[in-house]
């Protein structure tokens, strides 16, 4: 075998770290209750720290109810209560949402009678939530944006992005997932995160997190397990109300908040280029990496996969385009340049 063999013999020099090391891992701001504006506040101060500039706030309240908005493109679902925002309402924040979402004044009360009272705004007195547009279908029910910078379309990144829920009643019904870009700008998922749920009905959530980089170029938050109501331009439809005992948990979201956009750290490392140097490392290597097959996963800086038989991890970082591999020990080996390894394994 080789001498820079990484599953054989290591150099001298390398390192024996932690698997997060070479990178922060990510912090996570997460309350209920009380907590949620605590948490809310420190995930503000903690980007302040961070980046020596206050983040971008969204908290809707500048949405105009009347059709006298400042896009006139906003469409009026009901008068005065509900309004359709564009995708590019709020460009000059960094933000561009994947479909039209909805403003509203009276917490969806007048589109869903039924949960009447169930999301108090955190600051009044707009909150924001998605609808589906086919009429009597509820199951478009995710938020997703990507980031650009300010007043353009230039795709970018952020190093946070943090959202207040309003009624979170069940774990796992409300999450943000994070995302990234691979160096063929492929979405790749930086973790899933999930909000906590709340004691009493109408409580506020927070969920943030903060990176220390800008890595996330785009956000899927996910706030309950159905939409509020159905709007195709003409008619509306409503849900009705949630059903805890069915796992039906109804919420919206109020102020978002994150690191102001900047050029995104896109991964220099192609997901398919590392998918293919970990099947060759399974396949001649499969006393060191099984079973087999695992899913390549991204924890910024790496995408790695877990081999549960040898509670170890073979990754790489996009950070230093470096090939790693943290033994069931906790050791973790550099094992040299990831090009060195694309063209022994014949994955370039």
């Given amino acids: ?199 009493n009905s109408g409580e506020a959530q927070f969920l943030g997190v903060l990176f220390d980089s800008p890595v996330v170029t785009d956000v899927e938050i996910t706030p309950g397990v159905r939409a509020l109501f159905s709007f195709d331009g003409k008619n509306i439809a409503s849900f009705g109300a949630e059903d805890l005992n069915k796992g039906i948990d109804l919420a919206v979201t109020d102020d978002f908040f994150f690191a102001v956009p900047e050029t995104a750290k896109i991964s220099t490392v192609k997901t398919s280029d590392a998918d293919c140097l970990l099947n060759w490392a399974e396949r001649n290597y499969s006393g060191f990496f099984y079973p087999a097959g695992s899913s390549t996963l991204t924890y910024p800086p790496y995408n790695y996969r877990y081999y549960k038989n040898t509670n170890s991890y073979l990754g790489v970082s996009y950070s230093d385009n470096h090939v790693y591999y943290l033994d069931g020990s906790g050791k973790l080996l550099d094992a040299g340049d990831l090009n060195t390894w694309l063209n022994t394994s014949k994955c370039k």
Avoid: H
């Fill in 1 to 199: 075998m080789k001498c820079n063999n990484i599953f054989y013999t290591v150099a001298a020099t390398a390192s024996m770290l932690a698997f997060t090391s070479l990178n922060a891992a990510p912090t996570i701001f997460s309350g209920t209750g009380n907590a949620a504006t605590t948490e809310f506040n420190n995930f503000k101060a903690a980007i302040k720290s961070a980046t020596n500039v206050d983040g971008s706030a969204i908290n809707w309240d500048a949405v105009k109810l009347d059709g006298t908005d400042a896009s006139p493109k906003t469409r009026i679902i009901q008068a005065g209560k509900t309004v359709e925002i564009p995708v590019d309402r709020f460009k000059n924040r960094g933000v561009i949402f994947a479909d039209p979402y909805s403003v509203s004044s009276d917490g969806f009360a007048t589109a869903n009678p039924a949960t009447a009272q169930q999301f108090p705004a955190f600051s009044v007195n707009n909150t924001f939530a998605m609808f589906d547009s086919k009429n009597k279908e509820f199951k478009d029910f995710k938020i997703e944006q990507n980031f650009v910078l300010l007043n353009t379309d230039t795709k970018a990144g952020t190093r946070g992005f943090g959202a207040i829920f309003l009624d979170v009643e069940q774990v796992g019904s409300s999450t943000i997932e994070y995302f990234g870009r691979d160096a063929a700008d492929k979405q790749i998922s930086l973790g899933k995160y999930y909000v906590k749920a709340g004691s």
